[in-house]
């Protein structure tokens, strides 16, 4: 079974990195040894060398037992039942009996402090084990035990433990609430700006997980910016967040540069893993600026780079995912199918979720696609589909939002605390003043008197610049419920009002008409509510996007054509040319797209065309062509009362595009030109 993929070579990877050097060493000897004298001899010297660590752990183990078994001394007990539990592997009888042993212990001297120090013991080893959801439990029942003895430090871990298990089951919503916690929690700890830079870049790195870049900068910038306190061995990795959120952000440059700087501080530190994933990503940079002929190589190169510093599957994944793509991208399909063989075994071993491996099954489904395989593509679309949608769960951003509100008011509360502390500094040294001279008094009384009126003048900005944030979001929110009710309303409504119309007229003819035109009417039914479910997808995926790039628009054209072939057999081709750096938003996107739709379903319905292109002219102003090599039709004959065509034209004057159409005996051309910007 393939747990990790590694290079063949590396046979010991199982063991502990500072046994890796006496297996080699054993391997060597061996093959050169020239009499058995000289084996025997070199293995009982080996196993000496290997078996010394274990030896000397037994003793630790047996001299805690022993203070356990014959001290008096409560103190010195309670910190061999911790030292020892520490020692213990998880999960084993000897864990779980001195585990039980020690919290009896600790209750029947009232040592509340040992009782739960060991149990936060037992929740990382939970967690050390894998054990995601039991970590997650006992985290959450230890909290208020924590902040009640006052353990913040422990009660910190606790949150990033919880943080960590449920970002390592992908649930990435949650996983940035304990973060969040965690950083709240770092904050009040004296003198520790280790813990709060390790809890901002894991806020920025779930945060960036979900797709919120420009969220995630200022934490991971706040977290590089706390490690310039203290001796870091975290820059790799909060310099690896920063850069792909800038990658995301279209930031190419930045993002590279970023990247680079985090290979060398990876290096610095002997951070293999760190200097992986910065590797990965420096690919992902030259790939994307479609620079594939240095950007497989480096893909190649942090694959292998990602074995050997033994990153997790999906990481592994990651990079093979880049090769597999930039060989689709450069037209050498069949270049990827040994690495795609490679991650599909990584997968099924691991039964891995989609969710984690949404972009593979991408560019899986678009590489058997370009090798002629669209009925095996099909399925690994369906299922990338399903787990972007629950990566965009509108309900879970709503939380992390909530969350993040919660903990800014938090923060604005404790900011208050402090200008009350100095205030009541301020009014104390008035105060001894005051015994002086009535002048002082008097000057005092001013000062004091001025700095009140300033605070309440700051308060009163304060409020009127928070009452104005709050009016223009529920302006925005309003656009947004209007647009989403216009669309609702013009597409989706009607065909509700049709599905509801249809089926009652199918209920009151069951009777009069025959089993054959009953079916029909069912069949035609399930056609058009097949439709109503695409076009309200369609909707919900344009609003949950606050912006659309031309990229995200075509790649959401070449579905729309990937379904109609599927459904058709007429081949159905998207082709996008020229770069536009501007975007769409979701009203104008909308419109777009289903100008596009009605063209393409009318060339299927009445063109008898074989091929269908749409040409996405991202430029300056921008353009865009639905050509068939259908049979054509004569422009006077069409009527202006369409509804296809009035709806078309409706849309382009909502865009203040223009709407021109083409036909003759070689087929016809819809063309929208939309206005510069």
Known sequence: MLKKVRPAADFPYFLKPELQIFARLARV?????????????????????????????????????????????????????????????????????????????????SDRETELRLAFINCRDLYDQGKYKAAIAVSDSLHPFFEEEGLLDLKARLFNIAGNSYALQSDYTKASVKYLEYLETAKRLEDEPSAIAMANNNVGMALLNM?????????????????????????ARALWNLGICQMELLMYDEALQTFKK?????????????????????????????????????????????VDAGLEDFKIIEALSGVIWGYNMSNQPEKAVKYITIVDSIIETNNMPDIRNREYLFFKSTNLMLRGKPLEADPYFLRYEKALDSMYNVKNIEVIQQKETEFRTKEKEQQLELKEAELSSQRLITSLLAGGAFLL??????????????????????????????????????EQRLRISKELHDNIGSQLTYLASAAQNIGMGLNKTSEAVTQQKLDDLSNFSEEAIRDLRDTIWVMNHSSVTWDDLAERIRYLAHKVANTTGIAVLVHKKGENSSSLDPSQTMHVFRIIQEAVNNAVKHSEATKIEVYVYA???????????????????????????????????????????ESDKNGSKVILELPSH
């Open 262 to 306: 985090g290979v060398v501080e990876a290096n610095k530190v002997d951070d293999a893993y760190g200097a992986a994933g910065n590797q990965t990503c420096i690919a992902s940079v030259l790939s994307r600026k479609r620079d594939f002929d240095r950007g497989i190589p480096a893909y190649i190169k942090a694959y292998e780079m990602s």
């Open 29 to 109: 000897f061996y093959l050169r040894a020239k009499s058995f004298i000289m084996v025997k001899s070199f293995l009982l010297v080996l196993a000496s060398l290997l078996l010394a660590p274990l030896y000397a752990q037994e003793q630790k183990i047996d001299s805690l037992k022993q203070v356990i078994a014959t001290s008096n001394d409560v103190n010195a007990k309670a910190a061999a039942y911790k030292a020892l539990v520490q020692q213990l592997k998880p999960d084993t009888l000897l864990f779980k009996e001195y585990y039980k042993e020690g919290l009896a212990f600790a209750r029947q001297n």
């Open 619 to 661: 430029e300056n102003p921008a353009k865009i062509e639905i050509v068939d090599n259908g049979k054509g039709y004569e422009l006077k004959d069409i009527s202006e009362s369409s509804s296809g065509l009035t709806n078309i034209k409706a849309r382009a004057d909502n865009l203040n595009g223009k709407i021109t159409l």
């Open 211 to 235: 797709k919120r870049y420009e969220q995630a900068i200022p934490y991971i910038e706040n977290s590089l910016m706390y490690q310039q306190k203290f001796d870091s061995q975290l820059k």
């Open 441 to 478: 008094v008097f000057i005092g009384f001013l000062v004091y008197r001025q700095q009140r009126l300033k605070i309440k003048q700051q308060r009163q900005e304060q409020e009127l610049k928070e009452a104005l944030a709050t009016v223009e979001t529920k302006n925005k929110l309003e």
